[in-house]
Nanobody
């Protein structure tokens, strides 16, 4: 049973930074991909970034490229999302997710397991 637990969300002023963490457990993730999505009220779930667990290849959404960075710590089974220069439009619930296929997909349908999410609120 895969478990994903996000943490690190909160309230931050525009221009500030947050680092989200995702603790993964339940199996070996070496062939999987890990990702971050977000969902704002009234909007569809949106791809943010993904990382190949073993090789560390990353893929970031164009809209956050240069501001957000995904990384992982294999030894700790942790995935991180460093978010800098935050904007009010980044306000959303951020979800950690796992793709058993190992592909760095942009669609939520490509991911198999999801955490409960962590709220990020950016004030103007």
């Amino acid at each position: 049973q895969v478990q994903l637990v996000e943490s690190g969300g909160g309230l931050v002023q525009a221009g500030g930074s947050l680092r989200l963490s995702c603790a993964a457990s339940g199996r070996t993730f070496s062939n999987y991909a890990m990702g971050w999505f977000r969902q704002a009220p009234g909007k569809e779930r949106e791809f943010v970034a993904a990382i190949k667990w073993s090789a560390g290849y990353t893929y970031h959404a164009d809209s956050q490229k240069g501001r957000f960075t995904i990384s992982r710590d294999n030894a700790k089974n942790m995935v991180y999302l460093q978010m800098n220069s935050l904007k009010p439009e980044d306000t959303a619930v951020y979800y950690c997710t796992v793709a058993r296929s190992g592909r760095l997909g942009r669609s939520s349908y490509e991911y198999d397991y999801w955490g409960q999410g962590t709220q990020v609120t950016v004030s103007s």
